[in-house]
Structure formats: structure tokens, C-alpha cells
């Protein structure tokens, strides 16, 4: 697979400010992928489970680091599932952001 288009890892950390109030903090780290869609039998078995997976992002294992948010065309997605496809590469099955609320 060849890893053509930009995907934006979203790690979400949290810093505090001179009296102890937490400030949430996004650190973006981009990286390069491939786009897959999701297949059939995956798509109907999430959404038993009120999941909508819409994409398949491919990308280096080890540039991954448990992020549970990623940015791809200025779309915001949530990571519902990640699968290792040999020693390198990793599939992250991922849902458009719901909002909150």
C-alpha cells in the first residue's frame, strides 16, 4: 500500500494553570497513510454495537501511540478499532466525531 495522503494524530493531554485549574491540551502529529474503506461484514457488525465505521486508515505501527483521536481533510474521526496487519503496519478503523451533547 502505498501511504499517499496526510492523517493527523490528535494526542489529548492535560496541563495546569498557576492555581491548579486543568487545561486540556491537544498535541497534532502528522503523518502519512493510506485510505481503505471499510468492508461490508465490519461495517453491519459495528453497527449492532451503534458504531459507524467509515474509513480505514493504514499507517507505521510505530508511529501510533494510542491516540484515540485523528484529523483526515479537515474531518475530525474517532479511532473505534486498531488491527495489526504484520510487523509494520496498522489499520485504524475509525467513526466520524459525534458531538457532545
Do not use: W
Not at 493531554?13 to 465490519?42: A, F, H, M, W
Not at 475530525?76 to 495489526?84: E, K, L, M, S
Request: glycine letters at 6%.
Amino acid at each position: 500500500m502505498t501511504y499517499d495522503y496526510e492523517l493527523i494524530l490528535i494526542q489529548k493531554d492535560i496541563d495546569y494553570d498557576e492555581i491548579g485549574n486543568q487545561i486540556p491540551i491537544e498535541k497534532k502529529v502528522p503523518i502519512l497513510c493510506g485510505k481503505k474503506s471499510v468492508c461490508r461484514t465490519e461495517f453491519y457488525n459495528a453497527a449492532a454495537n451503534d458504531l459507524k465505521p467509515e474509513i480505514v486508515f493504514e499507517i507505521h505501527g510505530y508511529e501510533y501511540n494510542n491516540q484515540t483521536e485523528v484529523e483526515f481533510n479537515g474531518k475530525r474521526y474517532t479511532v473505534i478499532r486498531t488491527y495489526g496487519v504484520d510487523f509494520e503496519n496498522l489499520e485504524l478503523t475509525c467513526e466520524v466525531k459525534r458531538s457532545n451533547g
